[in-house]
């Protein structure tokens, strides 16, 4: 089992950035490939960062890309995910997710997950 726990969120203006933290516990946090998925009301979850083990591999939703950066600290076991330029669209609950080998970086599927952190941009 890995427990996930997200801090960072908030509301911030439209321009402004934030710094999403996901603390792991349990199994070998290193072994694992982490995501960040938000949802918006009413819609769907989504993957907007994931991150390989190493940290060699990243990719990023078209929708973040060269606005988010997401990396990872394993001796601290935690992954951030840095978010800059916020737009009102990029509100939502923010996810951290995690599986040892999802078939797709973006898509999953995941295996454990955080309880989620509110980001609120204002326009």
Request: proline share 4%.
């Amino acid at each position: 089992q890995v427990q996930l726990v997200e801090s960072g969120g908030g509301l911030v203006q439209a321009g402004g950035s934030l710094r999403l933290s996901c603390a792991a516990s349990g199994r070998t946090f290193s072994h694992y490939v982490v995501a960040w998925v938000r949802q918006a009301p009413g819609k769907e979850r989504d993957a907007v960062a994931t991150i390989s083990w190493s940290g060699d591999t990243v990719v990023y939703a078209d929708s973040v890309k060269g606005r988010f950066t997401i990396s990872r600290d394993n001796a601290k076991n935690t992954v951030y995910l840095q978010m800059n330029s916020l737009k009102p669209e990029d509100t939502a609950v923010y996810y951290c997710a995690a599986a040892q080998s999802p078939p797709n970086l973006l898509t999953g599927p995941f295996h454990y997950w955080g309880q989620g952190t509110q980001v609120t941009v204002s326009s």
